[in-house]
T-cell receptor
Framework: EAQVTQNPRYLITVTGKKLTVTCSQN?????MSWYRQDPGLGLRQIYY???????DKGDVPEGYKVSRKEKRNFPLILESPSPNQTSLYFC???????????????FGPGTRLTVL | AQSVTQLGSHVSVSEGALVLLRCNYS??????LFWYVQYPNQGLQLLLK??????LVKGINGFEAEFKKSETSFHLTKPSAHMSDAAEYFC??????????FGSGTQLTVLP
């Protein structure tokens, strides 16, 4: 089954304790992205990756890191989490992205993170 | 720069009634426009998209949206609401096809 998976689905942690949220897709997609969803704010893009070893900042990158060493994986790293990073996080992927076409983004099920 | 405004964070309709969810956008280049739906405890699913061509776009589950450039709008409609339509709906714009900007979402409640 074609899908985007995220782990863990739920995470409660404390301020300053480094954590990683994994994201994996099995569709051979080139483009991957991380979003956070907060009430009343919709989804905001954190980072995105056009291909392996190519990453770029989205709208709210502060406090986050990403890496794209393999095509299928795009982990989100919080080196020193803070309470304002408590949110619902979504990973997404799409076949490719160009200026002349648009390919649908497929979203993972989400990771609910609480930072105490 | 691009942005999306969804009018009404909560909309309630009776089962069988018309659904109208409003979306206005701004974009410095010709936009790509989307509606996504999010069911409880799930990720987002694409309902429909406008890229080029016909301005009336049909999507899944009987939804459609019309791109009106002069009004910078992309409202989502469905002639007859069903209980299963209850969800949160997000309008999104992409001016470069590389970055999606989402609206704040509209929670649709369908009353029996």
């Amino acid at each position: 089954e074609a899908q985007v998976t995220q782990n863990p689905r739920y995470l409660i942690t404390v301020t300053g304790k480094k954590l990683t949220v994994t994201c994996s897709q099995n569709m051979n997609h080139e483009y991957m992205s991380w979003y956070r969803q907060d009430p009343g704010l919709g989804l905001r893009q954190i980072y995105y990756s056009m291909n392996v070893e190519v990453t770029d900042k989205g709208d709210v990158p502060e406090g986050y890191k990403v890496s794209r060493k393999e095509k299928r994986n795009f982990p989100l790293i919080l080196e020193s989490p803070s309470p304002n990073q408590t949110s619902l996080y979504f990973c997404a992927s799409s076949k490719d992205v160009s200026l002349s076409s648009y390919n649908e983004q497929f979203f993972g099920p989400g990771t609910r993170l609480t930072v105490l | 720069a691009q942005s999306v405004t969804q009018l009404g964070s909560h909309v309630s309709v009776s089962e069988g009634a018309l659904v109208l969810l409003r979306c206005n956008y701004s974009s410095s280049v010709p936009p790509y426009l989307f509606w996504y739906v999010q069911y409880p405890n799930q990720g987002l699913q694409l309902l429909l998209k406008y890229t080029t061509g016909a301005t009336l776009v049909k999507g899944i589950n009987g939804f459609e949206a019309e791109f009106k450039k002069s009004e910078t709008s992309f409202h989502l409609t469905k002639p007859s609401a069903h209980m299963s339509d209850a969800a949160e709906y997000f309008c999104a714009v992409s001016g470069s096809a590389r970055q999606l900007t989402f609206g704040s979402g509209t929670q649709l409640t369908v009353l029996p």
